[in-house]
């Protein structure tokens, strides 16, 4: 119920029939496997995806050779998987595209810490490797390399931006293409925004864009989410 937001599952109900999709039915299985000490494959959910059959697919299991997932040596060189593989080559094939931009805007209205705003995206690129990563070439391949939080080019954009200017300046930015071999994948901005005939409120339009090798729709809540807290904390004096 946690992962498909529904108040309530019956034993006969169906997984997808409840809204259930390829990446949460994944999701699921990692989260059976993990309480249950199995390898229990996203498979298992697409075979019988009702409650009773991943209950059945469970029992039938043997959890001896489960291998919990943990932290391991990283190598010299760290490969890409097979999603970024493909990224990467269509990045390499024409770095000018946008097809793989994931943007998101929000509109802020009210007093803003724009030091504890700027000071939170800090915090989050510290947190989120992928946030702080790119993709050289070597030898005709792709390969991952982890900027120190130090060294990562990513900071908060500001710009103060009339109100009839404010969609087309937040366009210009979320179009900008990114190059993984020598950018990290992903830009923010703040559009300070000048609202006519209401010099008393303030509005402001946090834009955040990443490029596809490093997050998905999916992903973009949690890492607002992230930002928003990073946020609360910074404009509540706590930095840790």
Same mark, same amino acid.
């Given at each position: 119920?946690? %992962?498909?937001?529904?108040?309530?599952?019956?034993?006969?109900?169906?997984?997808?029939?409840? *809204?259930?999709?390829?990446?949460?039915? @994944?999701?699921? $299985?990692?989260?059976?496997?993990?309480?249950?000490?199995?390898?229990?494959?996203?498979?298992?959910?697409?075979?019988?995806?009702?409650?009773?059959?991943?209950?059945?697919?469970? *029992?039938?299991?043997?959890?001896? /050779?489960? !291998?919990?997932?943990?932290?391991?040596?990283?190598?010299?060189?760290?490969?890409?998987?097979?999603?970024?593989?493909?990224?990467?080559?269509?990045?390499?094939?024409?770095?000018?595209?946008?097809?793989?931009? !994931?943007?998101?805007? %929000?509109? &802020?209205?009210?007093? &803003?810490?724009? #030091?504890?705003?700027?000071?939170?995206?800090?915090?989050?690129?510290?947190?989120? +490797?992928?946030?702080? @990563?790119?993709?050289?070439?070597?030898?005709? @391949?792709?390969?991952?390399?982890?900027?120190? $939080?130090?060294?990562?080019?990513?900071?908060?954009?500001?710009?103060?931006?009339?109100?009839?200017?404010? #969609?087309?300046?937040? #366009?210009?930015?979320?179009?900008?293409?990114?190059?993984?071999? @020598?950018?990290?994948?992903?830009?923010?901005?703040?559009? +300070?925004?000048?609202?006519?005939?209401?010099? /008393?409120? $303030?509005?402001?339009?946090? !834009?955040?864009?990443?490029?596809? %090798?490093?997050?998905?729709?999916?992903?973009? *809540?949690?890492?607002?989410?992230?930002?928003?807290?990073?946020?609360?904390?910074? $404009?509540?004096?706590?930095?840790?």
């Amino acid at each position: 119920t946690e %992962i498909l937001g529904v108040e309530r599952a019956g034993k006969d109900d169906d997984f997808f029939d409840l *809204g259930g999709n390829s990446l949460s039915a @994944t999701r699921l $299985a990692a989260r059976i496997g993990a309480a249950l000490d199995v390898n229990f494959s996203a498979r298992e959910v697409f075979d019988d995806s009702t409650v009773t059959g991943l209950a059945s697919a469970a *029992g039938r299991l043997d959890g001896g /050779d489960y !291998v919990p997932l943990t932290a391991q040596e990283r190598p010299d060189r760290i490969p890409l998987s097979y999603a970024q593989q493909r990224m990467w080559f269509l990045n390499r094939f024409d770095s000018s595209s946008l097809a793989y931009n !994931v943007p998101l805007a %929000i509109r &802020l209205t009210g007093t &803003l810490d724009t #030091t504890a705003l700027e000071n939170a995206v800090r915090d989050v690129v510290d947190r989120h +490797e992928v946030l702080r @990563t790119v993709y050289p070439e070597r030898d005709g @391949t792709g390969s991952q390399l982890v900027l120190s $939080a130090s060294d990562a080019p990513v900071r908060l954009e500001r710009a103060r931006v009339d109100e009839i200017d404010a #969609t087309a300046r937040v #366009t210009e930015f979320l179009a900008r293409p990114f190059d993984v071999t @020598t950018e990290v994948p992903v830009r923010t901005a703040l559009f +300070e925004v000048n609202v006519y005939g209401e010099a /008393d409120r $303030a509005t402001a339009i946090l !834009v955040l864009v990443a490029h596809h %090798i490093a997050l998905d729709g999916f992903s973009l *809540g949690p890492l607002m989410r992230d930002i928003m807290m990073a946020y609360t904390a910074r $404009a509540a004096g706590i930095d840790d």
